[in-house]
Structure formats: structure tokens, C-alpha cells
């Protein structure tokens, strides 16, 4: 069997592993980046490089972005120059990977139909470790034969692939994911301050609270770093912040409060201002304890 | 080996389910509750009925408490007519497995040392469920040794038994606990709000996002209830707002801000005026689906 010829363009963190997923899954992959590491590191794989998006939207039947914010979406896809999108050829698939608003992913679809290409927007969560290790979810908004024909790619670099809907829903359901990962997060930063207040043992209290009602991953992995004084990210406060920004300015779109959230946000971004934006998101106890006077 | 003689006072949901266990391990049980029912189901399966809680204290070497709020606690143990601690003898054990106070906890804790009793502060976790299969955590503060005298009491209620630290500590990592449990029900309704708002299936969104950096118990278990539009208690909110009056009430004595539990609490006072207080928490959507201006 041929497979079809892969296109990657934003070698990141996450970026960088998906891609070599799917040249060791056995695809031809042509990728693009500003940076040279990770470039250098796949074309020593088998990888061939594009100069520019449209290259790869030349060569490519499917081309992937892992993009850091929709500025950056919207100029590779459509704006800036040489861009992927009206480059790529009838009956092709383009997939966003990264996190984007919903209504740049809608604009993006309308515009790829209007060429004959498919637009599916499949973001991730699962993070670094799960991008290294291949167990991303990704959860897919689009057509739903396009999401069929890409299914196996997912699959190399996921070990739970959703469709969820029609363009956007992907993205939509990646927000409602990182709503209950930040206000989850307070749920912990807050339960383990009033706890480290009461002078109870951090270790014991993240142990006796992780396997009943109070229980979460978020409890178990990340409440364990704070016992530990552990800040060092799994995920880092400046991507959720990016995050949650989109999921705010989309909330505001449909006037839909979230009090949670917005509340989370604004505490790292005290986070952000003291130049801790590169922490893991567990130092959100860090805001917490400095409310409460603690010098931390 | 002869078994010491148990007290129970208290027979509610939680209480009798507990008592039961104690009862069928082999102790010898002597009963007081104001409610008959309760009574009459213990006294059928052979324990004794004291008329007041003096009477308890006096027949038996631990006397154990689960009773409702700070209120009748006080008037049990110390201030009412007959009260239990008084008439209790020199190294005997009495033993409040509600949510009660901390600062209370250590009162009666004083004023049992002055008797030569020791008290043991031990609320549980787990609800109706967890009482009646006897798979409850419970989290003991007060003397290690007494602690150490009335753990085989406790395994015949619990399955996992942590000792904290000196008395009201128990009370403390309960109410740590119930940060965690309100916090983290916001995170799940807020996500499920949001997710319907975008027209996601809530039962995908609960599935999808209960494996990952999202994932709770409460995501998991009430998230589905959720789903299925399904507002049954497991742990009501009349009985999670008790807990988060202890909670803030001992927060403010310490001068230690709350954000997320307050905001919770203000929320389930929503649900409490509407009467719908006897409602599972995970009610908690409705407050949140009227704000967004859903007739919910």
C-alpha cells in the first residue's frame, strides 16, 4: 500500500514527537519550521524539507499544524506569505493540531471548502509526555469523511481519537477540557493551602484526598508537586493562559459567564506578571499563598 | 477476648449504617437517637437502647457521636440535659465521626482530657454509600494511643483509616477535603456548561474528558449524572453548604482568603433559596444555566 504523503509545519514540544510518529508509522514527511533543531533532527529520519507552507501545500494529500497561537494559524494557512492553504490541491485534508478559536477554525474550514479541501481541526490534550508517547486524546471537528480518511494518521500519534462534530466542535470541546483542568487546578491549589494552613502534612493530605470524592488526576499528579515544592511544568502557565484567553473571548462571543475560569486567569496572571509564566500550572497555590501573606 | 461496649448516638443516614457494622462485628451496642425507626431496625438485631445520652456515657467504654451540625454536638457531648461526656469514667473514649468545628473539636478535646477521656475527632468521607458497604475514609485527629485503642472500631466502618495529628486536625483535612469536592464540582459544571452552550453531547464530553489532565471522580460520577439530567443526591447541597459554613467561619479566623469555596458557596445558596437544597451538588449546573439566562 502507498501511503500518502504528509505534510508537518511547527516543530515544537509537541510538534517535534507527533511528526517523528508519523514518519515511523512508515508516511513520507515533508516538514516546515523557523527553527532548525527540530528539522535537522527529521530530515536525519527520513524527513525532506519545504521552504515554505506553500511547498508543503504542494507536495502534501495531508498537512498538519502545531501552531502556538491563531495569529500564527491564520498567516501559515491563508495570510502571510506563501501560505498552506491555497497552495494545497482538490480532495486534500488540512488539520490544525494546535489550540484555536473556534471562529478562526470556522473561517479557515469555509474558505479550504471553497478550494475542495477538507478542514478538520483536532486539537490535543495529554501534553508533552503524551505527544513523546503517542497517548494523545485528540478530539476532531469537520467533515466526517475527511475525519475517516485521517483516522489512521491520528492514530499514530494518539491512543484516543473523538469526532465530535462539525468544524469547531473539535476546538470547542478542547476549551471545555482546559475549563475543567484550570478550575480543577484551583481545586486543588486551594484545598492543599487551607491544609498546609491547618498544619497538616502536605503528602498525607494529597494521599487521604486522592481516592474518594475529592479525588482527580489533577489531586494525584499534580498535588503531589506541590507537597513536593515541585514546580517544574508539565504544563506551563503561559500555554493555559493562551488557553484560556480563547475560551474567555469565545465565552464573551455567546455571553456566557464563567466565573471559574475567569477567576483562574486572573490569579495566574499575577503569575505571569511576576515572571513566573513558565512554572507549571500547579504554582497557582504560589498566587494563593502570597494572597494569604505567605512570602512565598 | 471480651469486646468493650460501644455508644452510638445519632442514627441518620449516615449513623446507622455505621452503628450496624459495629454491631455485627460482635460489640456490644448501646443505641440513642431521637428518631424511632432507627432504633427499633439496631434494637432487632440485639443492641440496647439508652434513654439519654448520660445513660450512654455511663454504660459504655467508647461512646461515638454522628450527629448534624456544631449545635447539637455541643449539646450532647456538654451543655444539654444528660450530656454524654460528663458521666463518662477515666480512660474511656469519645469519638465525634461528624463534621463538627474545628475549634469546637478542640474544646470538648479539653474538657474530656480535665475527665481523664480522651477524645478523638474522626469525620468521614465516602456518604450513604460508603457507610453502608463500610468503605468510608476516616480522618482521626486527637491522642495517637487512643487512636491507636479504637482502630479496630474504625476498620469495621472504614476502609482506609489515616491518622492526622492532634485534635481538630481530622476536622481540618475533612474540610480540606470539601475544598476539593466544591471547587472541583464547579470545574465539572462549568466545562459541562460550556460544553452544551457550544451544542457538544455532554455524554461524549464527560467520556472524553474523564481519562485525562480533566478527569475526577466528579467528572466521572457526577458528570454523567449530569449527562442523564439526573439531580438525585449522592451528597446533597444543604449538607455541602454546612460544611462550607464550617469551612469559611474557620478560613476567617485565620484570616485566610477562599476564593473558589466562597464562590461555590454563594452559588449552592442560589439552589438553597430556590428549595432545592435536598438536590445532589451537582446541581451546581442549574445555578450556572441560569446565569447564562437558561430557564433550567
Known sequence: M?????????LGIMGRPMARHILQAGYPLVVHSRSRPPIEALLALGAREAPTPAQVGTQCQVVITCLPDDETVRRVWLTGDDPALPAMTTDTIAIDMGTTSPSLTRELAQYAQSLGVAFLDAP?????????????????????????????LFQTMGKKVVY???SGKGQQMKLANQIAVAVGMLAVAESLLFAEQAGLDLNLTVETLST????????????KRIAQGDFQPGFMVQLLQKDL???????????TPLLGSALVHQLY????RTGEGRLGTQALIQA?????????
Request: no cysteine; glycine share 16%; charged share 15%.
Open 212 to 223: 474518594g470524592a475529592a479525588g482527580s488526576w489533577a489531586m494525584e499528579n499534580l498535588g
Open 245 to 255: 484567553h480563547i475560551l474567555l473571548n469565545e465565552a464573551r462571543q455567546t455571553a
Open 269 to 272: 496572571t499575577h503569575l505571569e
Open 288 to 296: 494563593l499563598r502570597r494572597l494569604s501573606g505567605e512570602g512565598a
Open 124 to 152: 490535543v490534550t495529554g501534553g508533552q509526555w503524551g505527544a513523546e508517547s503517542a497517548t494523545l486524546t485528540i478530539m476532531v471537528g469537520g467533515d466526517p469523511n475527511a475525519y475517516e480518511r485521517a483516522l489512521p
Open 164 to 166: 465530535v462534530g462539525e
Open 2 to 10: 502507498i501511503l500518502p504523503t504528509i505534510g508537518f509545519i511547527g
